[in-house]
């Protein structure tokens, strides 16, 4: 009789199976068709990243945090090979290689340090390929503004830092772990055949959110819509496309949008507004 040869342990499932695949710091998990990250505990440490997984062979136990669904290891190991290349091309284009790192420097920061508002970009998948203006569509998408208020005025921010804290909880496969919170955890968009879009609020984590800041009340509304097209292989442009144009494409696909994709629809990036 074999053994399987991994553990694959998150906070919700115990998988045993011989069906890892590892390239490079990826391993890919068959039976769930999860593509995952392996993380070392400097990288942990210094990042504040919060493993999602433990995968065990033998004697060793590799920490990983969870990067995205594929349907085979050979499109995972791809497109991660592709977005690194992308990645490199970019820091090194910008200078960042060469550049010394400054300690007072923060992550994500409003252009020019200014305190703008943070908006949430929520995408629906679109596997069509339909064409609007000669532009190939690959997805649908709506910006969704989360607006703090204390004593009557806005709450603004300067990084992505200052929207988001952690705190610890038990954890069945790490012992203990940090939950982060970001100003759209109580938030989710899903699709909806009838109104187009739906937006769901957690008030029961929105006020957890608002209490740790401070904070007296927190407004949240769609405030961008829009589609994304190809522009080359795994590489697609946000197209500002305003409200009537998206949802008329949207009407005009329905069944294509109504896939299981966008039950919940993905928050891959934000943006910073004025208002």
Known sequence: MNLPRYIVRTEASTIYTN??????????????????????????????????ALITTGDAKL????????????????????NDNMLKAALISDGFLNSRPSEDKKLCQTPSNAKKTYAANYLFNYFGRDQVEDKIIVGAWIDVAIRPFKDGKIIQFQCEEETCFSV?????????RKDKFYLTSGV????DRDSIYRIDIDWEVINFIRNHFGWDSIEIEAVGWGLDYEESKYLSVPWSCGKEIFEEFIRSHLDDFDISDNVNAQSPSYSWIDQ
């Not at 990983?64 to 497109?79: G, P, S, Y």
């Not at 610890?168 to 203990?176: A, I, L, N, T």
Request: charged share 35%; with cysteine; glycine share 2%.
């Open 19 to 52: 069906k890892v695949i590892f390239k490079g710091c990826y391993a890919w998990v068959e039976e769930d068709r999860v593509l995952y990250r392996i993380l070392d505990d400097k990288e942990i440490e210094k990042a504040d990243i919060q493993p999602d």
């Open 63 to 82: 920490k990983a945090c969870r990067v995205a669904n594929f349907q085979t290891a050979e499109n995972a190991f791809e497109v991660m090979e592709h």
């Open 168 to 176: 610890k909880s038990p954890s069945r496969v790490f012992g203990e």
């Open 188 to 191: 989710s968009v899903h699709f």
